[in-house]
């Protein structure tokens, strides 16, 4: 991928990446204002509720006292009782007294004239008028049992003054009938409005309820999202420079691997593939390494998932081809063979097999003796990598199914891709003899493969044990540590002219580089 593209394409994440952020931001906003304003409405409920109750047990108690003090004769010493009461409690504007529901005084007057029918009797044995005028210039809320009434303000329970001001607006309602709201004006609330209500302990229909309307929602996101906004910006640049910096470093790796190649940092290792009836060397695979000048060795999954996503895995298959076909014509057994791995992205390059089928002829190597793997999940193909592998084959070149049984194939995609060999993938090789559930799939494999006329070889062999049952399965051949690890050319010509049988020992413990 060249670079002007990466550049591209950390710009748009970096995009994409600072608008996630901000989404975010202003979710978190959000949420931090619901809170605090769903806060504020329970503080502002809990306040005139408490008012509210205050409200009723003060006046209980004052009422209980001037009817028990005396004398109650509407003379100048009870009106001035009266009177001292309404002036000292803030929530009373007047206090009547009326014996047999008749009133005969008031703090503010001598008129006479009956109560009308209450409106409710409290759990308290009080009554209450909801909207009482008597003589009075306003409606109130008249509370008592007689023979003294108290005249009471219901506005002091919703005009709550809370530390932070806001377009609040509170209610008071009982038996769904509004007692009180706030200014004595009642305001038309919808879902919008965010509301707490808190219910009275006493009664249970009395409910107080604090309402805000979606501008004050909307202020305080806005404040949320302005004390947020600079942790975001910090988030977005730190999120940038991650982007960036991986994105160099995608480059720096296709740099790389342009700079190994003609540094010749690459080179093949062969694993040999043995024959489980004699042990005798077959074949080998061929796979790449990649040691940098400074010793450090780069695992092949990283780079040749690199390659393969950025459009370089033809350099690197171009470099496998020409090294096996060179090492294959410097092998003094010329019937050895060598298999070497093809990407999806080979297959697609339209004049790839001219250019292998010129390669072994210019070399003098047989096409029988160069053997292409193809893994199992590039086998979703098309029709013209379909054609690619059928012209290769025309050519003499042996196909292979590599990790067979961890991919997407069928036994249609096998009827008709031209293929010789199936390789078993070494996950399914060490479940043998384990008791675990893949232990079974081995074999299943092996005898679709000899229904179909193909061989078989088993890649990840450790064990004698494995090697036996394999063997007992029908797998003609088999790959893996029991017989020997990769190892560079020169190794592995050493290797050829020594003995090789299926009772060498593992030569390490250490887990395999995966194939290339």
């Given at each position: 991928m060249c670079k002007k593209k990466l550049l591209w394409q950390g710009i748009l994440i970096s995009i994409l990446a600072c608008v996630v952020v901000a989404l975010f931001t202003a979710w978190l906003a959000r949420k931090q204002a619901e809170e605090e304003l769903r806060s504020y409405l329970q503080d502002i409920t809990e306040q005139a509720m408490l008012r509210s109750d205050r409200a009723y047990i003060e006046s209980g108690l004052l009422l209980s006292e001037l009817d028990k003090s005396g004398p109650n004769d509407c003379g100048d010493a009870h009106r001035q009782r009266l009177s001292e009461v309404t002036f000292d409690e803030l929530f009373v504007r007047n206090v009547l007294y009326a014996p047999n529901g008749i009133v005969q005084c008031s703090a503010s007057s001598h008129r006479t004239y009956p109560l009308p029918l209450r409106d409710q009797k409290t759990i308290m044995g009080r009554s209450l008028w909801f909207e009482f005028k008597?003589?009075?210039?306003?409606?109130?809320?008249?509370?008592?049992?007689?023979?003294?009434?108290?005249?009471?303000?219901?506005?002091?329970?919703?005009?709550?003054?809370?530390?932070?001001?806001?377009?609040?607006?509170?209610?008071?309602?009982?038996?769904?009938?509004?007692?009180?709201?706030?200014?004595?004006?009642?305001?038309?609330?919808?879902?919008?409005?965010?509301?707490?209500?808190?219910a009275s302990q006493n009664n249970p229909n009395y409910i107080i309820t604090a309402y805000l309307p979606p501008q004050e929602l909307q202020r305080a996101w806005r404040e949320y999202f302005k004390d947020f906004l600079p942790l975001s910006i910090v988030i977005c640049m730190l999120l940038i420079g991650i982007i960036f910096w991986l994105n160099q470093r995608r480059y720096t790796m296709g740099y790389e691997i342009i700079e190994g190649l003609k540094e010749s940092e690459f080179q093949l290792h062969y694993q040999p593939i043995v024959s489980l009836a004699d042990g005798k060397v077959k074949s080998a695979e061929a796979l790449l390494?990649?040691?940098?000048?400074?010793?450090?060795?780069?695992?092949?999954?990283?780079?040749?998932?690199?390659?393969?996503?950025?459009?370089?895995?033809?350099?690197?298959?171009?470099?496998?081809?020409?090294?096996?076909?060179?090492?294959?014509?410097?092998?003094?057994?010329?019937?050895?063979?060598?298999?070497?791995?093809?990407?999806?992205?080979?297959?697609?390059?339209?004049?790839?097999?001219?250019?292998?089928?010129?390669?072994?002829?210019?070399?003098?190597?047989?096409?029988?003796?160069?053997?292409?793997?193809?893994?199992?999940?590039?086998?979703?193909?098309?029709?013209?990598?379909?054609?690619?592998?059928?012209?290769?084959?025309?050519?003499?070149?042996?196909?292979?199914?590599?990790?067979?049984?961890?991919?997407?194939?069928?036994?249609?995609?096998?009827?008709?891709?031209?293929?010789?060999?199936?390789?078993?993938?070494?996950?399914?090789?060490?479940?043998?003899?384990?008791?675990a559930a893949t232990h079974h799939v081995a074999l299943h494999i092996v005898q679709m493969a000899k229904a179909l006329g193909l061989s078989v070889v088993a890649e990840g062999i450790e064990t004698i044990e494995q090697a036996k049952i394999l063997k007992e399965m029908g797998v003609e051949y088999g790959q893996g540590w029991l017989y020997a690890k990769a190892m560079p050319f020169e190794t592995f010509g050493q290797f050829l002219r020594g003995p090789t049988t299926a009772s060498i020992k593992p030569l390490s413990s250490d887990s395999l580089p995966e194939n290339v």
């Open positions: 008597g003589d009075f210039p306003k409606r109130s809320i008249l509370y008592g049992a007689g023979p003294h009434y108290a005249v009471m303000n219901s506005q002091y329970w919703v005009d709550i003054l809370p530390v932070k001001k806001r377009s609040l607006y509170i209610e008071a309602v009982l038996n769904q009938r509004v007692l009180a709201s706030s200014n004595d004006v009642r305001i038309k609330t919808n879902t919008a409005w965010l509301s707490k209500s808190r390494r990649w040691q940098r000048q400074d010793g450090s060795i780069v695992s092949p999954d990283i780079f040749i998932t690199y390659a393969e996503d950025n459009g370089q895995i033809g350099k690197l298959t171009q470099f496998v081809l020409e090294q096996a076909v060179s090492d294959l014509s410097r092998l003094s057994d010329q019937m050895m063979t060598v298999s070497v791995n093809l990407a999806g992205a080979d297959l697609a390059t339209p004049d790839f097999a001219e250019k292998l089928i010129t390669l072994c002829a210019g070399h003098k190597i047989s096409a029988q003796r160069l053997k292409l793997e193809i893994t199992e999940r590039s086998l979703v193909l098309g029709q013209n990598e379909i054609e690619v592998i059928t012209r290769l084959r025309q050519a003499g070149h042996i196909i292979l199914i590599d990790d067979f049984g961890t991919g997407y194939s069928s036994l249609s995609y096998l009827h008709n891709l031209p293929v010789d060999i199936l390789k078993i993938d070494k996950s399914f090789v060490q479940a043998l003899g384990s008791g």
